[in-house]
């Protein structure tokens, strides 16, 4: 906008000079259509009326949005809905199939060992007489071993004690057992709860470092989850050796970018940095030629500002 306002100016007021340089007028001649001053070389005005036109914005037909979101106040599609259009349908059916299919393959090792408990139940049953077809099988079951006294008669036997100590003993160890198990299912649902917090925290961290991390998706990898376990839930760590390749690929890319933009900005410094011209009153000035076909727009106006300065000192 500040060079489209700069032209414009130039061509309202360009018959006046710069408005206080000293008369410093534009010409024409080839360069119709974009006001020079006079100040420029003939070999630069070319240059300058290219970089003029360059800079000089275009007026274009603004498009209506295309983006999707709903606008303000506009019904919002529930998940029914989206999930029965078009757009969503197949990727919808083929979520719900693959997630079907992952559950059935996690419950088929259940499936069978439950089928072995069960063969187990209805031989013991069998012994005792109980029908495994009662809804009160099971415990109709528990009643009949816990009134077997051959057990006990025989713990009572190996312990040299009565069947009724035995009995107790056997009833108190049975307690300690579950008291234990529960114990230890309790202290492995604590761990596991603790190292998902861990997980949750630092899979911020990397998901600002690498913003396609995903934490779900990369659970699903064994490799990954091993990996968090070994290193106390660096997700970090984790990612970058599953992804070893990919991650030093656009470590490069980034590093290109950088030296590419470090070094661009350091060839605009020197370009724009102005020649000193103040070594010595007695000292001859050292004469260079300028190469006005690398300078940019605002290279060449600060020429012309430099040209009216040296022009208004020597008058």
Same mark, same amino acid.
């Given at each position: 906008?500040?060079?489209?306002?700069?032209?414009?100016?130039?061509?309202?007021?360009?018959?006046?000079?710069?408005?206080?340089?000293?008369?410093?007028?534009?010409?024409? !001649?080839?360069?119709?259509?974009?006001?020079?001053?006079?100040?420029?070389?003939?070999?630069?005005?070319?240059?300058?009326?290219?970089?003029?036109?360059?800079?000089?914005?275009?007026?274009?037909? &603004?498009?209506?949005?295309?983006?999707?979101?709903?606008?303000? !106040?506009?019904?919002?599609?529930?998940?029914?809905?989206?999930?029965?259009?078009?757009?969503?349908?197949?990727?919808?059916?083929? /979520?719900?199939?693959?997630?079907?299919?992952?559950?059935?393959?996690? /419950?088929?090792?259940?499936?069978?060992?439950?089928?072995?408990?069960?063969?187990?139940?209805?031989?013991?049953?069998?012994?005792? !007489?109980?029908?495994?077809?009662?809804?009160?099988?099971?415990?109709?079951?528990?009643?009949?071993?816990?009134?077997?006294?051959?057990?006990?008669?025989?713990?009572?036997?190996?312990?040299?004690?009565?069947?009724?100590?035995?009995?107790?003993?056997?009833?108190?160890?049975?307690?300690?057992?579950?008291? &234990?198990?529960?114990?230890?299912?309790?202290?492995?649902? &604590?761990?596991?709860?603790?190292?998902?917090?861990?997980?949750?925290?630092?899979?911020?961290?990397?998901?600002?470092?690498?913003?396609?991390?995903?934490?779900?998706?990369?659970?699903?990898?064994?490799?990954?989850?091993?990996?968090?376990?070994?290193?106390?839930?660096?997700?970090?760590?984790? /990612?970058?050796?599953?992804?070893?390749?990919?991650?030093?690929?656009?470590?490069?890319?980034?590093?290109?970018?950088?030296?590419?933009?470090?070094?661009?900005?350091?060839?605009?410094?020197?370009?724009?940095?102005?020649?000193e011209n103040g070594i010595s009153g007695s000292v001859a000035a050292v004469t260079t030629k300028e190469d006005f076909s690398k300078m940019s727009l605002e290279q060449l106006r600060a020429y012309a500002d430099a040209e009216r300065r040296k022009k208004r000192q020597g008058s």
């Amino acid at each position: 906008m500040r060079d489209y306002l700069f032209n414009l100016n130039l061509q309202l007021f360009g018959e006046g000079g710069d408005g206080g340089a000293g008369g410093d007028g534009a010409v024409g !001649g080839e360069t119709s259509g974009v006001e020079i001053p006079s100040v420029i070389p003939e070999r630069a005005r070319k240059n300058y009326k290219e970089a003029v036109e360059k800079h000089t914005p275009t007026v274009q037909k &603004e498009e209506a949005p295309t983006t999707t979101e709903p606008q303000e !106040g506009a019904k919002k599609a529930t998940y029914a809905e989206l999930i029965k259009s078009d757009d969503y349908k197949e990727e919808h059916e083929a /979520y719900m199939a693959k997630t079907i299919g992952d559950r059935l393959k996690k /419950y088929k090792g259940v499936e069978a060992q439950n089928a072995q408990m069960l063969g187990l139940l209805e031989t013991v049953a069998s012994k005792y !007489g109980v029908d495994t077809t009662a809804e009160n099988f099971l415990e109709s079951l528990a009643e009949k071993v816990n009134a077997d006294d051959s057990y006990y008669e025989s713990y009572a036997m190996e312990h040299d004690i009565s069947p009724e100590e035995a009995r107790k003993l056997v009833t108190m160890e049975r307690k300690v057992q579950m008291m &234990e198990a529960q114990e230890k299912e309790r202290q492995r649902q &604590e761990a596991l709860r603790q190292h998902m917090m861990v997980l949750q925290r630092n899979a911020e961290k990397t998901k600002a470092r690498f913003p396609g991390f995903d934490l779900e998706s990369e659970m699903k990898d064994e490799k990954f989850r091993q990996l968090c376990l070994q290193t106390n839930g660096d997700t970090t760590a984790a /990612y970058m050796a599953c992804h070893w390749e990919s991650v030093m690929s656009g470590a490069v890319q980034n590093a290109a970018q950088q030296i590419t933009s470090q070094t661009a900005q350091a060839v605009a410094a020197n370009k724009a940095r102005p020649v000193e011209n103040g070594i010595s009153g007695s000292v001859a000035a050292v004469t260079t030629k300028e190469d006005f076909s690398k300078m940019s727009l605002e290279q060449l106006r600060a020429y012309a500002d430099a040209e009216r300065r040296k022009k208004r000192q020597g008058s």
